[in-house]
């Protein structure tokens, strides 16, 4: 029997605003535990939130990137649980009227097109973080991410596939890293992604029992994630049971999911309108302000890097992918104006740096114009390739500049002709067996001369001009 995977996705985002979403406290990441904390986002009585403005800006900007209706008076929420990560016991959010409504992302998937529906996206304050010390047998709370801004961004359940689920949250990443809305860091849980999963034979229309899998943060997880649960769904219906609506939690390590509580409906959260905050509404003027100051995104730039620049589609996927890319890509290219060469370098050199050192590419911290006057160098033959991507390696670890690293180093090519003949010359008189080989026709000998050649210059020597007198003297013998 064969099955349809149908699923839905549920991505919370941190902003990255200086404050948090109703008082003054710092949303930076770490810092000694509750010590970003005020009597407002600890949930005293009495204390009233006051929203910040920079959050609802946002929020249109990641509406308009996403083809949202921008719902221009709308209100906020409070859903209700108890549990000490939120002291309040209520969670600020939205229910009747969030902010954007009826939004698609478009992906593509092994050259397939595909609209994926975007149902509404929600601003919310994040909770707090719950630390359980199983040595002391005790759980410990840090209210620092207690009002830290998030955007819900939730979709259709649009997906059939694994490979649809990744291609959009990369989309996602990407839009949300280029409104510079947030940095998206899921190691540090600025990006988390829940995802609403079922399974149906083929033979029905009807949608089967979904569960939820919460907080996955990676990519990879999310596709074991995925991978494991449609399995087990699957097992579950082909030995006569039934699937339950529940959360479930993805243990990566195990590379299984566990049932962690049914699945709860809004009705389970007696949602009511915040009284203590007024309705906010968005003018015509305010959405156009965001539309205009809107920065090119993710397609547009695939678009003209590819209409532009000639680069392969698979490259360009790649680096307008990434913000962080996008910014290395366009400071050493308006440096050196080598589009080719400058994506050649950040495709090879500047990702397996980024792997061999586990640098996340935000990380990467050199300073990206100098890859362009490196690029320069190399195309005005003061280095060779193989010193310059040294010199890089160099550069990537240590930020030092180029054209001064390759001066204190004496790192320049031989440009000096007549001493490279000397070298050929005298390479070719101390192997006389290999001369005789070439004589019988072995010509791989010739790369064993130019070997010798280029250590006897230090490997500083153009490689073409070494390889062309070679050949001018061997053609003497
Ligand atoms: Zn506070
Ligand atoms: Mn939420």
């Not at 959360?247 to 509580?261: E, Y």
């Not at 915040?274 to 547009?300: F, G, H, N, T």
């Not at 392969?312 to 990434?322: C, L, R």
Request: charged share 30%.
């Amino acid at each position: 029997m064969d099955y349809i995977t149908t699923m839905g996705l549920e991505v919370h985002t941190e902003l990255s605003t200086k404050t948090k979403i109703f008082c003054n406290c710092s949303t930076e990441f770490g810092g000694e535990p509750n010590t970003h904390v005020c009597e407002v986002c600890s949930g005293m009585p009495g204390t009233l939130p006051v929203l910040n403005r920079q959050v609802v800006e946002y929020a249109i900007r990641v509406g308009i990137a996403t083809n949202c209706e921008i719902t221009q008076y709308n209100k906020f929420d409070r859903k209700n649980y108890f549990y000490p990560d939120l002291p309040k016991a209520y969670q600020v959010s939205q229910l009747y009227l969030p902010i954007c409504r009826n939004g698609h992302i478009d992906i593509e998937v092994n050259g397939k097109k595909k609209a994926i529906r975007i149902h509404e996206i929600h601003m919310e304050e994040d909770a707090g973080k719950l630390i359980h010390d199983p040595w002391d047998d005790c759980t410990l709370v840090d209210y620092n991410r207690c009002g830290v801004p998030l955007l819900e961004i939730v979709s259709e359940p649009d997906f059939e596939t694994g490979e649809e689920v990744i291609a959009y949250l990369t989309k996602l990443k990407a839009i949300l890293q280029y409104t510079g809305v947030s940095d998206c860091k899921m190691e540090q849980g600025s990006l988390r992604a829940d995802v609403n999963l079922s399974v149906r034979p083929v033979t029905t229309d009807e949608l089967g029992t979904r569960t939820e899998m919460k907080n996955i943060n990676s990519f990879k997880a999310i596709a074991r994630a995925i991978e494991g649960e449609r399995k087990r769904q699957i097992e579950v219906i082909e030995e006569g049971g039934r699937v339950v609506q529940e959360t479930r939690r993805w243990d990566d390590n195990k590379g299984a999911s566990f049932a962690m509580r049914s699945k709860e409906n809004a009705q389970d959260y007696r949602y009511f309108p915040e009284p203590d905050l007024v309705p906010i509404e968005i003018s015509d003027e305010w959405i156009a302000r965001v539309k205009s100051e809107m920065p090119e995104l993710p397609d547009a730039k695939k678009a003209r890097y590819l209409a532009d620049y000639g680069l392969p589609e698979y490259d360009v996927d790649i680096i307008t992918g990434s913000k962080y890319l996008v910014e290395i890509f366009e400071q050493a290219l308006a440096a050196c104006n080598e589009p080719k060469e400058v994506s050649n370098w950040i495709m090879g050199e500047v990702l397996r740096l980024a792997t061999e050192t586990s640098t996340d590419v935000e990380d990467i911290s050199f300073d990206f114009a100098n890859l362009g006057k490196l690029i320069l160098l190399v195309k005005k033959n003061v280095v060779n390739r193989p010193t310059a991507k040294e010199v890089f390696e160099k550069m990537f670890r240590e930020n030092v500049e180029p054209e001064q690293y390759i001066k204190e180093n004496g790192l320049e090519m031989v440009q000096d002709d007549n001493l490279v003949r000397e070298v050929v010359v005298k390479v070719l008189a101390d192997n006389p067996k290999s001369i005789a080989e070439w004589k019988e026709g072995n010509e791989k000998v010739t790369r064993f001369l130019m070997g010798q050649c280029m250590k006897q210059l230090k490997g500083k020597a153009d490689p073409g001009t070494v390889n062309a007198v070679i050949a001018e003297e061997l053609a003497k013998l």
